[in-house]
């Protein structure tokens, strides 16, 4: 059983930074991949960025490819999103996520019914 639990959201400028943190509870977390996903308003969930267990692989939504940064820190169970160049439309809720089934490759890292377990969500808000 992993635990999550999202931190790290908040108001930002157009053009700003914000560092999202997912926090795990488990000895395993380092077996698992995680992926950041996020929901605005109105619209369905969508992927943003996943890295495999070992942060030797990471994937992007094309939308935020060379803005965003995802990385872990398996010590301290921790996965971060660095957000860079932040957009209006970077606005929503934003939800980390965990898998201990391979393969993790980028087609099937994007997939929301791939992920076990699920965090509660941090909102981000970018004002134009």
């Known amino acids: 059983q992993v635990q999550l639990v999202e931190s790290g959201g908040g108001l930002v400028q157009a053009g700003g930074s914000l560092r999202l943190s997912c926090a795990a509870s488990?000895?395993?977390?380092?077996?698992?991949?995680v992926g950041w996903f996020r929901q605005a308003p109105g619209k369905e969930r969508e992927f943003v960025a996943a890295?495999?267990?070992?942060?030797?692989?990471?994937f992007y939504a094309d939308s935020v490819k060379g803005r965003f940064t995802i990385s872990r820190d398996n010590a301290r169970n921790t996965v971060y999103l660095q957000m860079n160049s932040l957009k209006p439309e970077d606005t929503a809720v934003y939800y980390c996520?965990?898998?201990?089934?391979?393969?993790?490759?980028?087609?099937?890292?994007?997939?929301?019914?791939?992920?076990?377990?699920w965090g509660q969500g941090t909102q981000v808000t970018v004002s134009s």
């Open positions: 996520a965990a898998t201990a089934k391979p393969p993790w490759t980028a087609q099937r890292m994007g997939i929301m019914p791939n992920y076990d377990y």
């Open positions: 488990g000895r395993t977390f380092s077996s698992y991949a």
């Open positions: 890295i495999s267990w070992s942060g030797g692989n990471t």
